[in-house]
C-alpha cells in the first residue's frame, strides 16, 4: 500500500485534489482509499436511523452493512486524540494508495497544496516530510525549491508524478509502531 498526505490551509484546493485523484487513479486500474483529517465533531448518522439510535443508547461501536457497503462507528468515551497510522491501519489491505487528507503536521511523506490568493504561508521551508509542491501559482512561490513543483490543476500529471514516485511512498506500518 502507498500512502501520500495532502497538506495545506483551508481553502487550498486539498479536497478538490483528492477528489480528482481518485477517478484518475481508478482510471489505471488502481484501488483507493481516503483517510480525511476533521477538526470538529461530525456525524455520519441520522437522527432516528437505527444505527444513530443504537449510538444515543451507549453503544461503543456500531457496524452497519449491505451488500454494497460497510460503515464502523466508534464513539470514545473520552476525548482521544488518533494518530494518521491508528486510522491507516483501520484500512483494508487490500488497496494500492491512500490518500491522506490534512495531518499537516503528521510524519507521512506528503504534497503541500498552495495558492498564492489564499494569503497563507508555505510549510515546504519548515517540514521535511513535504516531497512536493501542488500549486497554481509556482512563480508566486515564495522561497526556491528543489522539490518537485506540480500544477495543481493538471490531476493527471500529479496521479503519474505519485505512480512515476511510488517506491518512495511504500507504507511500513513497523516504523510507526
Known sequence: MNVVAFAGY??????????????????????????????????????????????????????????????????????????????????????????????????????????AASGQPVRYPDDDFVVAIATDSPDQLPQTTLRPVLDLNDVNAVANWLIDNQDRFVYRPELYA
Open 10 to 115: 483551508s481553502g487550498s484546493g486539498k479536497t478538490t485534489l483528492v477528489e480528482s485523484l481518485i477517478p484518475a487513479l481508478r482510471q489505471r486500474g488502481l484501488r483507493v482509499s481516503v483517510v480525511k483529517h476533521a477538526h470538529h465533531s461530525f456525524d455520519i448518522d441520522q437522527p432516528g436511523k437505527d444505527t444513530y439510535r443504537h449510538r444515543q443508547a451507549g453503544a461503543f461501536e456500531v457496524v452497519v452493512a449491505s451488500s454494497n457497503r460497510l460503515a464502523l462507528i466508534r464513539e470514545f468515551e473520552q476525548p482521544t486524540r488518533l494518530s494518521v497510522h491508528h486510522l491507516i491501519a483501520e484500512l483494508y489491505e487490500g488497496v494500492d494508495w491512500v490518500l491522506v487528507e490534512g495531518f499537516k503536521s503528521s510524519d507521512l511523506l506528503k504534497v503541500e497544496v498552495w495558492r
